[in-house]
């Protein structure tokens, strides 16, 4: 009857959350894709969708897992294609990721840390703003804390399950069971020396000691933590069959492996991903004051979380800094959302077993996060970290429509996402394709370039990097290094990009520092060209 009734009221915990989170994204439901949805994932899920093939037709193969395409596909099955559906379906992943932050804070501490921390992460930018995108960290996250929390209650072969469907979401959820392997395992090695692990309690000086058997059954426990890896590594032996890539293309591997495996590089990338981890998007906040928390006595008989579980958070939240900084090109936020809710949940505990008024100093967090929605931070950042992602795609959805209106037989030189944006309809910008001449990005080499070729009638210019207006500080070695190592390049102007190219700005439009613009080519353009259909 317990178990009954725990899932029961976790059901009733779900369904609310999920109409609380649907509330709150409402206004996004209907923007067209943005960034790698539109350039990968989407066109990855609709070809499957319409053809039952794991190998893309209309976009490189990266080689990730397929499970997302799964779960899509599955919702465009039974309630028709639609950009709503895809980010209902969304919101569905980010609600069962919350309800997990909320039963594995229960688990670890107790009911008011597990409400605080739960609410604290569902507004975290980086999470509210992914929680509707089609990205595959999101579902990845999910089932991870999934795992986490079996593991943490010692259900090994549900937590093996979760783990498993969490690396077929995306390849690097295999860090976590992976992590939790080598924990378990260094109680193996001092099982086998026949070694004692003592545990001091900071609060009341009392030892605790166990002696660790040498019939001990963690080596069973760690050895299934591997088994998540068997389906993985068969989809990967599935897709080398099918393209010859074990890892996605070349290029996709030259970019997000090859190219990063350098000493200067992972330390760089190590720094950014301490920052995602600590402090990005106002996150400084709660650590700071956990951090002044710490210096308070605790508050009566309030217990803290377990020291071996605070072991655990570490030893997850170090893994995935080390390996998310030794791979990816892209240093994204999203790669870490995993282990956030960990860093909260210590968070949450220390402010609740420390500070009187806790409630007053979690609403202010709270608020700040919310705050962080909207306000874009003084230094360079992703606009998918925050709803800076939704100014970006309003103002290209504005730009493909003025295009359309006012020139729709042009052909027009512009840079990916914007290419797939005007080419395929189904994304949610255009209504019928349009031409397009490919650039790779606006800095001033490629616009130079550019010029170059008369191919195209009119220049579709955006920024494809988002720029302060006031930078939090200035180092000419970080300027150099994110331009050797993490592809960053500063985008001209459109003024000084229709000086270039010799056309006349028609169209702009500025949003929270995202911009756009249209620039005609007049002495290009053939106007009875316009007048003619589109060549096939």
């Known amino acids: 009857m317990a178990e009954r009734f725990d899932l029961r009221r976790s059901a009733l915990i779900f369904a609310g959350v999920y109409a609380g989170v649907l509330a709150a994204h409402a206004t996004l439901l209907r923007l067209p894709y943005f960034w790698d949805e539109a350039g990968y994932y989407i066109p990855l899920a609709r070809d499957f969708f319409l053809s039952g093939d794991l190998i893309p037709t209309t976009t490189l193969s990266n080689a990730h897992p397929p499970l997302p395409v799964f779960y899509l596909a599955l919702w465009w099955k039974l309630l028709g294609y639609s950009i709503v559906v895809t980010r209902a379906a969304m919101l569905l992943v980010a609600s069962f990721a919350l309800l997990q932050v909320y039963l594995l804070a229960k688990r670890v501490a107790n009911k008011q840390v597990a409400f605080a921390a739960t609410l604290c992460f569902a507004v975290y930018p980086v999470f509210f703003a992914q929680s509707s995108l089609a990205h595959a960290d999101l ?38 069971p992976l992590a939790l392997f080598a924990w378990e395992m260094i109680f193996v090695l001092l099982s086998r020396m026949s070694w004692d692990v003592s545990f001091r309690s900071l609060e009341d000086g009392v030892m605790i000691s166990r002696s660790i058997g040498r019939d001990n059954p963690r080596l069973s426990k760690a050895a299934s933590l591997l088994i998540p890896a068997v389906p993985l590594a068969l989809w990967f032996a599935y897709h080398y069959y099918r393209t010859g890539y074990v890892f996605g293309n070349p290029e996709f591997f030259r970019y997000n492996v090859a190219a990063t495996l350098s000493p200067l590089r992972f330390v760089l990338a190590a720094v950014q991903r301490i920052w995602q981890a600590f402090g990005h998007m106002n996150l400084w906040m709660l650590t700071l004051a956990m951090l002044a928390a710490m210096l308070l006595p605790a508050i009566g008989e309030r217990r ?72 874009n931070p003084p230094y360079r950042f992703s606009p998918e970290d925050n709803l800076n992602y939704a100014d970006f795609v309003q103002a290209h959805q504005h730009a493909a429509d003025y295009i359309q209106k006012r020139f729709p037989h042009a052909r027009v030189l512009t840079a990916w996402p914007a290419t797939d944006e005007l080419t395929k309809p189904y994304l949610g910008y255009v209504t019928s394709p349009v031409r397009v001449v490919k650039i790779e990005n606006f800095s001033f080499d490629q616009v130079i370039l550019a010029k170059q070729n008369t191919d195209y009638d009119i220049v579709l210019l955006f920024s494809t990097k988002y720029e302060p207006p006031r930078r939090l500080f200035y180092w000419d070695f970080w300027e150099r290094a994110n331009q050797r190592f993490f592809d960053y390049h500063s985008d001209v102007s459109p003024e000084v990009a229709a000086e270039m190219l010799g056309g006349r700005m028609v169209m702009k439009e500025i949003r929270n520092g995202q911009w756009v613009a249209v620039v005609e080519i007049p002495t290009i353009r053939n106007a009875k060209l316009l007048q003619q259909p589109p060549r096939p």
């Open 304 to 375: 803290r979380i377990a020291i071996s579980t605070q072991f655990v958070f570490a030893v997850l939240i170090l893994a995935h800094i080390i390996i998310h900084s030794l791979i990816g090109g892209a240093v994204l936020a999203r790669y870490m959302m995993p282990v956030i809710p960990l860093v909260i949940i210590v968070a949450m505990s220390t402010l609740w077993r420390r500070v009187q008024e806790w409630k007053w100093v979690i609403a202010f967090v709270c608020a700040a996060f919310v705050v962080g929605w909207f306000i």
């Open 139 to 176: 579902p990845a996250t999910a089932l991870t804390l999934w795992g986490l929390r079996l593991y943490f209650e010692d259900r090994r072969w549900s937590c093996v399950v979760a783990f498993a469907l969490a690396a077929l979401a995306k390849e690097t959820a295999i860090v976590t």
